[in-house]
């Protein structure tokens, strides 16, 4: 149970379902946790309309679920249950809530109205400890609830009905069931899975952990100054408590030594609650038994305060190349690690603890070692390094990030503060030095490696004999093409300095063909004949006059038929949600003209060149893929 301690505080209480369904009770299930079924009686009748948003009615019905089992339960058979849990899950799409078809008719009107679109699904969850004092139920409730968007493909009349006859869709919210058949209808899901299966787990347990490893008083009072949260997530928590808890402990929690994960006992003041309380139950934090609210750690927030720290912690292990002497040496002492890299004993000390601490190294009595992460991303010579992406953000992305308030009130770059030198050009900047090059070189080479297998696969791209990567570079995604399409002619056109400059990056391996590198200025020279053109990470560098010039420039040579190929960061339509991409937008504000767009940009921007037919895939890893062919 090491893997979870929270689910082991609920070994020795009596755990009551509210709920039928089956998937609720096999996702908790699977993780061990012991509990009885008693289905809930509540209606799902509440009405809708008051409620301000969706999620508030799931989260009410779950409410109201579990208390009519605790109020059941204890009226009925006089057994209390310690901890009821209720759960209801609804989908939201156009504004409207869907919970389980009556009918078949029904399950048709829903899923016609999610076939081609993203909606949400909402787990509402609710928590409620229960005591009893002089035959009177006492309650305590804590909610909460998960959003997961998921988007449908386009349904077709006969797909809708063979999946409605097939019967899945009756017991199930918005009449799909992502974990069986109806997992073929969806293009993509962002967020946690199980939410929508039924119950949002990882949530549960954080908020279990919320509950029971409440932070202690002086760490709250601490983080007004300065500090590093002890506890966030449930996934780092060990069962710390004191012999004295009157928790009983569960078998096989880890123990551990430091302090800081040893939260004071979480006692539960029931006498002066009121019978029902919503959120987070509150810890007593005196002696004399009185009621005092203790501020909640904001656990996201503190994570965003010392996101700069782990990224500095990250960037100087790597320069420091410690990675790569662990992968070849370790498991060494911090005194040994010091000497490898010549930094003092103390200073390297703390930071591999950081490291530790930040899931990048381990540490057991015979020192520091890699994790299987750390080998296959963060060494120089790891399979898929990111290590020259790493020096990049620390020498050339850093200074300009400490520079973001400049860029947000200019709204522009900021390369003369940063580097005290005006960039005429983007890429003049990059190569005015054979060290910056060659830095900026290795940086993009590890995203393109990364990232070129999932972009080579987001479309089938077999009926084009020839591509041309415009600005490809040193060829990562080149070569990539060329392994999964092995009779595609690729060239990559790139400025001669980058040409001159390849071979380091070249694989070892012989390709099945050859890689063209051909030099040129893609916004002056003519460009090379070719089937499909990919622009990755080019389009984000520029500003729209700049894309049309090029746009139009390749429109002018695309036959009917032949198509272009961009692989970006995709930003969500409504600009909300995709934070990696969103911050890549204030990189680019940072150090360019350009910006990163949403689909429905790229779209409008290669439609007015003849481009039509545009297809967006998601790939999950850092680049996003759109492809268009030229009408
Ligand atoms: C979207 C989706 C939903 N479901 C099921 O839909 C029911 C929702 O209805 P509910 O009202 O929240 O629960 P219930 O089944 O009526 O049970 P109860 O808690 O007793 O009200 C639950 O079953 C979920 O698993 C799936 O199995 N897969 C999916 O992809």
């Known amino acids: 149970m090491a893997l979870n301690p929270v689910l082991g505080k609920l070994v020795s209480k009596r755990v009551v379902l509210a709920s039928a369904s089956p998937r609720r009770q096999e996702i908790l299930t699977n993780v061990g946790l012991r509990f009885e079924v008693v289905p809930s009686w509540f209606k ?78 909402f787990t509402g969850v609710a928590i409620i400890h229960c005591s009893s004092k002089g035959n009177q139920l006492e309650t305590e409730i804590t909610d909460f609830y998960e959003e997961t968007k998921v ?74 100054h300065d500090s590093i949260p002890s506890v966030d997530t449930f996934e780092n928590l060990s069962d710390g408590e004191s012999e004295s808890s009157n928790f009983t402990e569960h078998k096989g929690a880890k123990k551990l030594n430091s302090s800081s994960m040893c939260p004071s006992r979480p006692v539960y003041n029931c006498e002066n609650s009121s019978s029902v309380r919503t959120d987070s139950m509150v810890p007593l934090g005196n002696q004399n038994g009185a009621s005092e609210s203790a501020a909640k750690l904001p656990s996201k927030i503190v994570d965003l305060m010392d996101g700069f720290k782990a990224s500095k912690a990250l960037f100087v292990a790597s320069k420091l190349k410690v990675f790569d ?6 498991p060494l002492k911090a005194v040994d690690v010091a000497n490898e890299v010549g930094t003092s004993v103390c200073g390297t000390e703390r930071l591999l603890d950081a490291c530790v601490a930040l899931g990048l190294l381990e540490k057991t009595s015979q020192g520091y070692s890699n994790t299987d992460s750390a080998n296959t991303y963060l060494t120089s010579d790891g399979e898929y390094s ?28 900021q390369n003369h503060r940063a580097f005290g030198r005006k960039a005429e050009d983007l890429f003049k900047d990059y190569y005015h030095s054979q060290e910056v090059k060659q830095r900026f070189m290795a940086a993009m080479h590890s995203i393109a490696h990364l990232t070129a297998r999932d972009v080579a696969t987001a479309f089938d791209l077999s009926q084009f004999k020839s591509t041309c990567d415009l600005g ?22 790139d400025l001669p300095e980058v040409i001159a400059n390849i071979s380091y990056f070249q694989p070892s391996e012989q390709c099945a063909a050859p890689v063209t590198f051909l030099s040129g200025d893609f916004f002056k020279d003519n460009l090379p004949e070719a089937d499909l053109y990919i622009l990755s990470r080019i389009l984000h560098d520029w500003p729209d006059e700049r894309i049309h010039v090029l746009l139009s420039k390749i429109s002018a040579v695309c036959k009917p038929g032949c198509g272009i190929l961009l692989a970006e960061m995709v930003l969500d339509d409504e600009k909300k949600s995709r934070s990696t991409a969103l911050l890549q937008s204030l990189n680019m504000l940072v150090q360019t003209e350009g910006k990163e767009r949403s689909g429905s940009e790229y779209r409008g921007l290669l439609e007015q060149h003849g481009f039509a037919n545009v297809k967006i895939k998601l790939t999950g890893n850092l680049l996003d893929v759109v492809l268009c062919i030229k009408t």
Request: glycine fraction near 8%.
């Open 386 to 413: 990111l290590h020259g992406y790493i020096i990049h953000s620390n020498d050339h992305l850093w200074p300009l990030f400490t520079n973001l308030e400049s860029a947000v009130r200019e709204g522009s770059r």
């Open 472 to 493: 490809g570079c040193t060829g990562a995604l080149a070569h990539e093409l060329i392994q999964i399409y092995p009779n595609m002619k690729v060239t990559v056109f």
């Open 151 to 224: 988007k449908f493909s386009d349904l077709s009349e006969e797909l809708l009905w063979e999946y409605i006859h097939s019967g899945e869709p009756m017991d199930k919210a918005g009449g799909y069931g992502i974990q069986a058949l109806g997992g073929m209808l969806v293009e993509y899901v962002h967020g946690d899975f199980l939410n929508v299966v039924g119950f949002p787990l990882n949530h549960f347990c954080k908020k279990l952990a919320e509950l029971y490893y409440p932070p202690p008083k002086h760490t709250v009072q601490h983080i007004k």
């Open 325 to 330: 002497y662990l992968k070849t040496k370790g």
């Open 44 to 121: 799902e009748t509440l009405e809708k309309s008051s409620f301000a948003a969706p999620y508030e009615y799931a989260v009410e019905t779950a409410k109201q679920k579990a208390l009519e089992v605790a109020n059941r339960m204890h009226v009925k058979h006089l057994r209390t249950p310690d901890i009821v849990i209720g759960a209801d899950t609804i989908v939201s799409v156009d504004e409207q809530i869907l919970e389980k078809p009556v009918d078949k008719q029904d399950a048709y009107r829903m899923l016609s109205r999610l076939s081609g679109k993203e909606h949400s699904v």
